[in-house]
């Protein structure tokens, strides 16, 4: 562990959304088993179906987030909630990429007014023999600096530095997804509250 030369946390919009998401769609599917009696208990047998296999379909995906190791000869992809790595040596890769997604979405249904925006960062590892591995976990600031330590690596510098990302820089990056999965997280609380107590 000690030639670690950097290691990326998870974007907390893709964490914090999957994880909000699944206890949501959880939340959901149980009101909807909960209120499924009489003559339209078919209803809600069928939206408990949905809402589970939407719930599920959130969990697969929080375990499928990745991190990033960068170590002096190599690569690790370790999954973040698995204990699943690949480790993939320094002369294997061919090129490290990150690239900018915005994905728009209408709130509503004006679909004239200006939609919202947001930015997916994908990072794509280029290895040698074609194949890609593309992660959607990285933030733009752990991409620089994983950049930079690949370059130097690559260009045969021994003397390089550990850097720690900045839990500052971390939590100022992640700004406005904390705020946004704290609304989010209320609304799963007061559902919690009302399924509950009822």
């Not at 190599?74 to 990429?97: A, G, T």
């Not at 290895?127 to 959607?136: D, F, S």
């Amino acid at each position: 562990m000690n030639d670690v030369l950097f290691k990326t946390n998870p974007r907390l919009i893709i964490i914090g959304t999957f994880f909000t998401g699944f206890i949501f769609f959880l939340l959901i599917a149980l009101l909807a088993l909960q209120k499924a009696n009489g003559e339209y208990a078919i209803f809600g047998y069928s939206f408990f179906g949905l809402f589970t296999v939407l719930a599920f379909f959130c969990f697969y995906y929080l375990l499928k987030v990745k991190i990033l190791i960068m170590k002096k000869k190599e690569i690790i992809v370790e999954d973040f909630l698995l204990p699943k790595k690949r480790q993939i040596k320094l002369e294997e890769i061919k090129n490290i990429k990150q690239k900018e997604e915005l994905i728009k979405f209408y709130l509503g249904t004006n679909i004239f007014k200006k939609p919202s925006l947001f930015v997916n960062y994908k990072t794509n590892l280029e290895l040698m023999n074609g194949e890609k591995i593309e992660l959607i976990s990285v933030t733009p600031l752990q991409f620089i600096s994983l950049e930079k330590i690949f370059f130097k690596l690559k260009m045969g510098k021994e003397n390089i530095k550990r850097q720690r990302q900045e839990f500052t820089l971390y939590i100022l990056e992640n700004g406005l997804a904390i705020i946004g999965l704290f609304f989010l997280n209320l609304l799963n609380i007061a559902l919690f509250y009302g399924i509950i107590s009822s």
